[in-house]
Structures are given as C-alpha cells and as structure tokens.
C-alpha cells in the first residue's frame, strides 16, 4: 500500500475546492434570485397598498372637510345643509369601515374621536345621528338661508 503523500493531499484538496466553488457560486445566485424576487414582491403589495390608501383618501377628504367646514363655520359651510352631512357621515363610516385593515389602530381611533365630536349618535331607535353645533352661531350666520327643518337634525352638542 503507498501512503499518501503532502502532495497527493494538495492536489485532493485543489479538487474539492474546484468543485466546491461552481456549487457555492449557484447557491449564492439562487439566494440573490430569491432575495431579489421577495424584495421585488415586497415593493409590489406595497404599492398598491399606497394605491389603495390614496383611493380611501380622495373618497373620504371631502367628506371630512365638509363636516369641518360645516360646524366650524369656515370655507363652504353655508352651501351645506344637515342631510347632506348625515350622508357625508354614512360614505365615511362605510369607507372607514371597509378599509380598516389599511389603517393603523389609531387611525381608526382617532376617526370614532372625530365623529363623536361632531356628532350624537344614538339618539334613538332608527333615528339618525345629528349635527352637534352651535345652534345660534349657525343661525346668525346663515341668516335667511337657515331652514328650521334643519332643527331635528342639529344638536347644540356638548
């Protein structure tokens, strides 16, 4: 039997090296395909959940600034009446509602806050929520254009 000798041990070792380098080669490039194909994927679902949040935003500002305008007193608030409000707040809670798992729990929060400010609800079975507003001001402003119809749906608030 011969021995093996240093050099019979050097050239196994260049064999192994050479056929340990195309194999590492290929898992390294399968590792950067898949890494470069998950980021890829990540940056498609995230543009279209901006997409989503964008269409979810231009449906609902509007609304928003409606009831702003609106009990505030400020910008377009005289073109307003009461229902349309009440309407405003029915498209809004449908939005919020049904893209919940775009927002964040705070937002969420944050939009039950906004319309219990401007809103009481509640006010009996299978009546409407109304307006909470400074009755007065509203009238004082508005002068001839307030309709007193509008009265059941406005409360002077809290």
Not at 23 to 38: E, K, N, S
Not at 89 to 95: A, E, F, M, T, Y
Not at 144 to 153: E, G, L, Q, R, Y
Request: glycine share 6%; proline share 4%.
């Amino acid at each position: 039997m011969m021995e093996p000798t240093e050099t019979s041990w050097l050239e196994y070792a260049k064999l192994i090296v050479s056929a340990i380098t195309p194999i590492m080669t290929g898992v390294i490039a399968c590792l950067l395909l898949y890494f470069g194909l998950r980021l890829d994927r990540h940056k498609q679902v995230s543009g279209e959940l901006v997409k989503k949040r964008i269409d979810f935003y231009e449906k609902t500002t509007p609304h928003i600034n409606d009831l702003y305008c609106f009990c505030r007193g400020v910008g377009h608030w005289a073109d307003l009446s009461p229902e349309q409000l009440i309407n405003s707040k029915r498209v809004l809670d449908r939005q919020f509602h049904l893209n919940r798992v775009l927002m964040t729990e705070r937002t969420f929060d944050l939009y039950n806050e906004f319309v219990a400010q401007y809103f009481s609800m509640f006010v009996g079975a299978g009546k409407p929520a109304r307006l909470k507003v400074d009755l007065e001001f509203v009238k004082d402003q508005m002068g001839p254009n307030f309709k007193n119809a509008w009265i059941p749906a406005l409360d002077e608030g809290e």
